[in-house]
């Protein structure tokens, strides 16, 4: 009983004193210090994000070896590679400019686009083209209408003619005096 | 037997290539990056006589056919037709030269297109090729030398200038000359070819003297006989003259039906039906190479005759590159990049 007793009497005693902790405040030493230390410690952290710049980032690789050293091979490479096909095409255009020209009238060299007869006249849908203006459209359409006109007349005559072999001899005969007179044989 | 004497067959093969009666026809093919080819077909004449179905190249109703009628400043008139076709790409044209029922159409002709990544430049290679019509001829260029060979395969144009040119009676006995080496050529070729036909023909049949090894190590001596009795191989052939002294009496009563069907199956190779044009190529980009004559516009183009792809397949390519400009930023801009970092690092050090 007495033990009982004795225990209670040293759980107040131990509750009391836990109330007497608990309302008391912890008393600071160093206040300066520790206040220096925060601020020091904003003032690093605000140190390092000045010092932070574009070029640093970016070549950063610089101070890797085997990055440096790749990229640098890399350029070697790229730089032997353009001047080695720059001097092969070169050289080939070279031999190209030595090469005959042709100067064949125009048609051989196929009629360009912006070929620009005196007169063009599309067969096929009857459109005529002139450079220059000396003629009317009416003139012009007379003048195909004759020339269609004429290669009517003149294939009639052809077929005349080739069916008739005397008068076929007697042209050719007249055609070779006049060519003999005009070449003055 | 049928052909003609050789002589005269190499003389009609250079009449044909100068035939005027047909009209003049070039045929362009303007080659875009993407291997699609514009053809256009140019026929000039001077009467309004153009057969659609004698054009050298195939042609259908899918075609645009535009015909005019010029008149140049001199006023000569000229007639021309001009038709043009877009293809989709190698294998639409390919696919029109087997189906083709033109006047060309013994002949055999395909085209390729190449298109090769080069970092800084894109290249593109065009070829038409014509293939050869004897499978054991010689090529031409074991009888020409290199000069020669250049000056066999030139346009009519250039010939020409040369050959009225200041230096002209130089390049008329060169051109004799070559005349002189390519009738030999043909005649050797033909041999070649009727002995290779021959040993086709007889098959199994032939044993001994008469097998193709055989034959083929007496070449030279047909081609000595053909070419003495040249003036009259026709007759000779006929009569079985130059055979029974070729191969023996026994040999040519055997033989005498593969022999003439082999000699015919050489002329129709000799003689192959065949319309000559001129071909024109325009390719994209920078022309960097070709095997074709450059005309003053920078347009390539070469002449096609029959004579060209006897012995050996002729092939006219041509080879352009286009800058690929976006790849010349990203290596320049690499390469500064590379630049800047040792100029930075040389900085830092010396700090």
Redesign the interface.
Known sequence: MKDISEMKSELSKYERITDILKKSRPVLTGNETIEENVMERIRDKRKINENFNIPDHLFGWVYVGWVRRGLIAASVLIISFFAVQQSMILKRINNLERQEVSTNPSFVKGVPDDFEPTLLINTRSGKISLKGDNLSARQLKQFQESINDLQARYSNLIKLIEDNPELKNYIENKLSEKDKKKFNL | MNSKPLKVAVIMILALITSCDEP?T?V?DIVHTDGSVTR?V?M?NTE?KFDIHKIQVPFDSTWI?????????KGDTTW?K?AEKQYRNIDEINMSYRSDSGCNKSVSRRSEFKKRF????TEYRFAEIIEKEFAHGYPVSEFLNKEELAYFF??E??TN?FEKGPDSLRYKAFSDTISSKTDKWTIKSAMAEWIGDFSTLTGDKATGDMTFDALKAREDELVKISMGNSKHFDSLWTNGIILKEFIGEPNAIRYKTEADSAINLVSKKLFVDFHRY?V?IIMPG?????NG?????N?I?WPVKSEYFLTQPYEMWA?S?EPNKWAWIV?GI??LF?????I??SI?RAE
């Open positions: 003049e070039v362009t256009r140019e000039k309004n056919v535009r015909d005019s009628l010029e008149f140049d400043k021309v001009r080069r970092w800084f430049n030139l346009t144009d250039v200038k001129t024109r920078r022309l960097i190479g070709t004559s450059i005309d003053s516009t347009v183009l080879e590159k290596t690499f390469l590379v630049l800047a970092g040792i930075f690092k830092k």
